[in-house]
């Protein structure tokens, strides 16, 4: 006997007659008589007994009595508002500020927007030598007219012919924009204008960013030909900054995964392995050196997954550092746009280009971004999670990676603090981004679209959204209130040290920070035997970015991991 789930099913009151009896006793299973109530059939006092099972709660029959007339205005009220059309871009009226209470911001940052390093760079003779250079040498050789923004364009498209047949990290080539771009900022270089160092070098866009004239699907076939009429507020700030849209990069379906409509995204390491998400495309076209840079995006580990499975470095920004208007939302109050790159100095240069209020995304804030390179980094107070690098070895496979990062900071002159997360449920509160998310893609769950997702499966969006239908309100307020106390605990943590230093898989600092709205550096950190890379992660304090970085580079620049490449002939030829 085949049965077809709910909303399936032409008939969905004959289905659900088929279950009049199936629960015990007479009494309806719960997910049934939920099923009845969305589609169309009276609330009872019985729809309200199996519901509480959802909600775990009791109630007596008398208050269920009560109930019941309440409960059907209610569900009136949905009715009506479900006649207004919401598109994905119209965030909600209550917004989130990673700001505890009482916190001012951050004063603005008094000097010169950036202290970068500029280094003396000569022209490799070898192709693949130059596509794995960091912005930092490209813009050099670009500034300096060694090699030409049109040139170093074409050779990023040629991997991408070479490459991503297997490597499946790009949705779209914007092939005309990119060499109309590139001819444009060769033409101003020549003529004096040099914009900065973003002047000229291709880039990549997740593809959950509009470009206009590009289609926009966010890696889900009920989007795939999907075209947005506008351009990014990140992708209108990289235009302004001269650099060169060269494609549109895959993320996982509705940005979970490296699973999209076109399949898995690869992690060049090793292409039997996916690339991790969702920013799935950014990290291995970046590793690959199909782009110069990237931009991705995390909600809960979109940056800090694909960064670390492909080697690259990533940051995510502060919470309301980077505006996203004409970015797909996934949860309003945990959306952030951050860049992956091969350098943490490549990081800076291109927060440095988008940060900032747009007048659109409202819950950015206006904080300054200075960035010095050089920063001692005996200067800041780093702190360590203490009891995340204590690992056994048998509890963790990157306690040998992790331990002997510490002691190279130490060799650096970091007098490190011992430090642990605040103590709170971290884990149990991320069903407030499930909750975000269904509301973020309702329509496309009560138009049965979501059928026509490739991943149908408990640990995917359709089966999630779903879910997320029984997530009381009450409880969805009440872990944003616990969100609360944890930003203060997180505020007060940051009073004592600058900058904190934690294994990337170091339980809860994960969802820690991505309910916090806590920056984060996530660069590579050794290779395991079979080549594949590791990372080590950096903390910062709200719109604490500067020293963040400072420490990053200071780190990297004393480790030679993010000069490594992948072997990307090799497995090509095999």
Same mark, same amino acid.
């Given at each position: %006997?085949?049965i077809?789930?709910?909303?399936?099913?032409?008939?969905?009151?004959?289905?659900?007659?088929?279950?009049? =009896?199936a629960?015990?006793?007479?009494?309806?299973?719960?997910?049934?008589?939920?099923?009845?109530v969305?589609?169309g059939?009276?609330?009872t006092?019985?729809?309200?007994?199996?519901a509480?099972?959802?909600?775990g709660?009791?109630?007596?029959d008398?208050?269920?009595?009560? %109930?019941?007339?309440?409960?059907r205005d209610?569900?009136?009220?949905y009715?009506?508002?479900?006649?207004?059309?919401?598109?994905?871009?119209?965030?909600?009226?209550?917004?989130?500020?990673?700001?505890?209470?009482?916190?001012?911001?951050?004063?603005?940052?008094? =000097?010169?927007?950036m202290?970068?390093?500029?280094?003396?760079?000569?022209?490799?003779?070898?192709?693949?030598?130059?596509?794995?250079?960091p912005?930092?040498?490209?813009?050099?050789?670009?500034?300096?007219?060694?090699?030409?923004?049109?040139?170093?364009?074409r050779?990023?498209?040629?991997r991408?012919d070479? $490459? !991503?047949?297997?490597?499946?990290?790009?949705?779209?080539?914007?092939e005309?924009?990119?060499?109309e771009?590139?001819?444009?900022?060769?033409?101003?270089?020549?003529?004096?204008?040099?914009?900065?160092?973003?002047?000229?070098?291709?880039?990549?866009?997740?593809?959950?960013?509009?470009?206009?004239?590009?289609?926009?699907?966010?890696g889900?076939?009920?989007?795939? !030909?999907?075209?947005?009429?506008?351009?990014?507020a990140?992708?209108?700030?990289?235009?302004?900054?001269?650099?060169?849209?060269?494609?549109?990069?895959?993320? =996982?379906?509705?940005?979970?995964?490296?699973v999209? +409509? @076109?399949?898995?995204?690869r992690?060049?390491? &090793?292409?039997?392995?996916?690339s991790?998400?969702?920013?799935? @495309?950014p #990290?291995?076209?970046?590793?690959a050196?199909?782009?110069?840079?990237?931009? #991705?995006?995390?909600?809960l580990?979109s940056?800090?997954?694909?960064?670390?499975?492909?080697?690259v470095?990533?940051?995510?920004?502060?919470?309301?550092?980077?505006?996203?208007?004409?970015?797909m939302?996934?949860a309003?109050?945990?959306?952030?746009?951050?860049p992956?790159?091969r350098?943490?100095?490549?990081?800076?240069?291109?927060?440095?280009?988008?940060?900032?209020?747009?007048?659109?995304?409202?819950?950015?804030?206006?904080? #300054? +971004?200075i960035?010095d390179? /050089?920063v001692?980094i005996?200067?800041? *107070?780093?702190?360590?999670?203490?009891?995340?690098?204590? *690992?056994d070895?048998?509890?963790?496979?990157?306690?040998? +990676?992790?331990?002997?990062?510490?002691?190279?900071?130490?060799?650096?002159g970091?007098?490190?603090?011992?430090?642990?997360?605040?103590?709170?449920? $971290?884990?149990d509160?991320?069903?407030?981004?499930?909750a975000?998310?269904?509301?973020?893609?309702?329509?496309?769950?009560?138009?049965?679209?979501?059928?026509? %997702?490739?991943?149908?499966e408990? &640990?995917?969006?359709p089966?999630? +959204?779903?879910?997320?239908?029984?997530?009381?309100?009450?409880? $969805?307020? /009440?872990?944003?209130?616990?969100?609360?106390?944890?930003?203060?605990?997180?505020?007060e943590?940051?009073?004592?040290?600058?900058?904190?230093?934690?294994?990337?898989?170091?339980s809860?600092?994960?969802?820690?920070? &991505?309910?916090?709205?806590?920056?984060?550096?996530?660069l590579?950190n @050794?290779?395991?035997d079979? #080549?594949?890379?590791?990372s080590?992660?950096?903390?910062?304090?709200?719109?604490?970015?500067?020293?963040?970085?400072?420490?990053?580079?200071?780190?990297?620049?004393?480790?030679?991991?993010?000069l490594?490449?992948?072997?990307?002939?090799?497995?090509?030829?095999?």
């Amino acid at each position: %006997m085949s049965i077809h789930p709910v909303g399936r099913t032409t008939d969905r009151r004959a289905f659900l007659g088929y279950f009049a =009896g199936a629960g015990l006793g007479g009494t309806l299973l719960p997910g049934v008589l939920w099923a009845r109530v969305q589609a169309g059939a009276d609330i009872t006092v019985e729809t309200i007994r199996c519901a509480e099972e959802i909600a775990g709660l009791e109630f007596t029959d008398e208050e269920r009595e009560l %109930m019941v007339d309440d409960l059907r205005d209610q569900q009136e009220n949905y009715t009506a508002i479900r006649r207004i059309a919401l598109a994905n871009d119209v965030a909600p009226a209550v917004q989130f500020n990673p700001l505890p209470p009482g916190v001012q911001l951050p004063e603005e940052p008094v =000097g010169a927007g950036m202290r970068r390093s500029v280094p003396a760079v000569t022209l490799p003779t070898s192709s693949d030598e130059i596509a794995f250079l960091p912005v930092t040498h490209l813009a050099e050789l670009i500034r300096t007219r060694q090699i030409s923004s049109e040139e170093l364009t074409r050779l990023y498209l040629d991997r991408i012919d070479r $490459y !991503d047949p297997v490597l499946h990290a790009v949705v779209t080539v914007t092939e005309d924009r990119a060499l109309e771009q590139a001819r444009a900022a060769d033409r101003e270089i020549a003529s004096g204008r040099y914009r900065g160092p973003l002047h000229g070098i291709p880039w990549g866009a997740k593809d959950l960013l509009a470009v206009r004239g590009a289609p926009t699907t966010w890696g889900s076939a009920p989007y795939r !030909d999907q075209i947005l009429d506008r351009d990014a507020a990140v992708v209108e700030r990289l235009d302004a900054a001269g650099a060169v849209l060269l494609a549109k990069l895959t993320l =996982g379906a509705l940005a979970w995964g490296d699973v999209w +409509f @076109g399949g898995r995204t690869r992690n060049p390491w &090793n292409p039997e392995q996916g690339s991790s998400g969702s920013s799935a @495309g950014p #990290g291995s076209a970046t590793a690959a050196g199909l782009v110069g840079f990237s931009i #991705g995006s995390e909600t809960l580990g979109s940056i800090s997954s694909p960064a670390t499975r492909n080697g690259v470095t990533g940051l995510r920004p502060t919470f309301g550092r980077v505006p996203r208007t004409g970015a797909m939302a996934l949860a309003w109050s945990m959306d952030k746009l951050g860049p992956l790159c091969r350098s943490v100095e490549d990081c800076a240069l291109v927060l440095d280009a988008v940060h900032g209020p747009d007048g659109a995304d409202t819950s950015v804030l206006p904080v #300054g +971004f200075i960035w010095d390179a /050089n920063v001692p980094i005996g200067e800041l *107070r780093i702190g360590y999670l203490a009891s995340a690098f204590d *690992r056994d070895p048998d509890d963790s496979s990157t306690a040998p +990676f992790d331990r002997a990062a510490l002691d190279v900071l130490r060799s650096l002159g970091a007098d490190l603090l011992p430090v642990e997360l605040p103590d709170f449920p $971290y884990g149990d509160l991320t069903f407030v981004l499930s909750a975000e998310a269904a509301a973020a893609f309702d329509d496309l769950t009560r138009s049965d679209r979501d059928a026509e %997702m490739v991943r149908q499966e408990r &640990n995917a969006w359709p089966n999630v +959204f779903r879910a997320a239908r029984m997530i009381p309100a009450v409880e $969805y307020i /009440n872990a944003n209130r616990i969100r609360t106390l944890a930003m203060s605990a997180w505020h007060e943590l940051f009073q004592r040290v600058d900058v904190i230093v934690t294994p990337t898989n170091a339980s809860g600092q994960l969802s820690a920070t &991505n309910l916090t709205g806590h920056p984060a550096v996530i660069l590579p950190n @050794g290779f395991r035997d079979d #080549g594949t890379p590791v990372s080590l992660t950096f903390l910062g304090p709200l719109f604490g970015e500067a020293p963040l970085l400072a420490a990053a580079s200071a780190y990297q620049r004393a480790t030679d991991f993010h000069l490594r490449h992948p072997p990307l002939d090799g497995w090509l030829a095999a």
